[in-house]
């Protein structure tokens, strides 16, 4: 079963734009991260916070997260369209072991 | 430094075979794990291991096995393929000592006829 769920499922937006995107997932957890992916290839990872963190910044990306909420958003400026990919929150249990559980993803199209 | 390597990139088969996908960790790395995504959906856990075995698994039958060779790579096994188990095939590595982020290989993109 995928615990966390982005939203919006697509999103679409002009170079320069800033895109956020959602997540929410169900259980506590030691840390959420965000994940890269280009058209079916390998996750790359983008940036990772901690349960205890409130707010993260990398370069163009600045994540949040609100445990009480069970959610986070991850916000990019300026977009550009090489960030055209689909994009994953992924969090791990803090119950047991380090297995990611993955949302279904939000699917973003920069377009120049 | 070499990231996280997965062999083969593409892979044909038909219902009833068996595959074996490899993964080599990123240098540093003891920990590996595989996650199937399907297209369209996020990656789901199939298992990790840690020291030659594995430590956890998520809900997969028995057809997925793996194994996990002394210098660290992993191969990921599955029997009596069905078609159902066309998907990209992710492996993942971290070092033990530091329960954060994951790095994920290229995957395998596996077709199933």
């Known amino acids: 079963s995928q615990q966390g769920e982005e939203d919006p499922q697509a999103l679409s937006i002009q170079e320069g734009e800033n895109a956020t995107m959602n997540c929410s997932y169900k259980?506590?957890?030691?840390?959420l991260q965000w994940y890269r992916q280009n058209s079916g290839r390998g996750l790359v990872h983008l940036i990772l916070?901690?349960?205890?963190?409130r707010e993260k910044h990398s370069g163009r990306l600045r994540v949040t997260l609100d445990t009480s909420k069970k959610s986070s958003s991850l916000l990019i400026t300026a977009s550009r369209a090489a960030d055209t990919a689909s994009y994953f929150c992924?969090?791990?249990?803090?119950?047991?072991?380090?297995?990611?559980?993955f949302g279904k993803g939000t699917t973003l199209s920069v377009s120049s | 430094d070499a990231g996280v390597t997965q062999s083969p990139t593409h892979l044909i088969k038909t219902r009833g075979q068996q595959v074996t996908l490899r993964c080599s960790p990123k240098?540093?790395?003891?920990?590996v794990s595989w996650y199937q995504q399907a297209l369209g959906q996020g990656p789901q856990f199939i298992f990790q291991?840690?020291?030659?075995?594995?430590?956890q698994r998520g809900n997969f039958p028995d057809r997925f096995s793996g194994h996990q060779f002394p210098n660290y790579s992993s191969e990921l096994n599955v029997n009596a393929l069905l078609l159902g188990d066309s998907a990209l095939y992710l492996c993942?590595?971290?070092?033990?000592?530091?329960?954060?982020?994951?790095?994920f290989g290229p995957g395998t993109r596996l077709l199933v006829l």
């Open positions: 993942a590595s971290r070092f033990a000592g530091r329960q954060e982020t994951q790095y």
């Open positions: 259980t506590s957890i030691n840390n």
């Open positions: 916070i901690r349960s205890n963190e």
């Open positions: 992924a969090t791990d249990s803090n119950q047991a072991g380090t297995a990611l559980i």
């Open positions: 240098s540093g790395h003891d920990t």
């Open positions: 291991y840690y020291e030659e075995e594995e430590r």
